[in-house]
Nanobody, 123 residues
Framework: QVQLVESGGGLVQPGGSLRLSCAAS????????IGWFRQAPGKEREGVSC????????AYADSVKGRFTISRDNSKNTVYLQMNSLRPEDTAVYYC????????????????WGQGTQVTVSS
């Protein structure tokens, strides 16, 4: 039984920060590339950031570059997404997922999705 569980979402004001966590069970995350994705109402799911198995390589969508930071603690079997300078357009359900193979921000390249955590940025 492979499970990915996202947590840390909530309601914040513009300019605020949140730290999302993706905790895994039934799988050793250290063996896999992991991605963070988000989906706003009426919109397609989009890649936000991803990180290699060792944590040595990362990638970010242009919309979050310089504001979000992905990291991982393989000893805790957890991947994180630190989100700073949040904007209303960041409002979405955020998901983590395990990559099929390579490191990319393409939705079709991932499987074993978590249930998602809601992030709402509003004043």
């Amino acid at each position: 039984q492979v499970q990915l569980v996202e947590s840390g979402g909530g309601l914040v004001q513009p300019g605020g920060s949140l730290r999302l966590s993706c905790a895994a069970s039934g799988v050793t995350l250290a063996n896999y590339n992991i991605g963070w994705f988000r989906q706003a109402p009426g919109k397609e799911r989009e890649g936000v950031s991803c990180i290699s198995a060792s944590g040595s390589r990362t990638a970010y969508a242009d919309s979050v570059k310089g504001r979000f930071t992905i990291s991982r603690d393989n000893s805790k079997n957890t991947v994180y997404l630190q989100m700073n300078s949040l904007r209303p357009e960041d409002t979405a359900v955020y998901y983590c997922a395990r990559s099929l193979s390579g490191l990319s921000l393409q939705v079709q390249g991932y499987y074993y999705w978590g249930q998602g955590t809601q992030v709402t940025v509003s004043s």
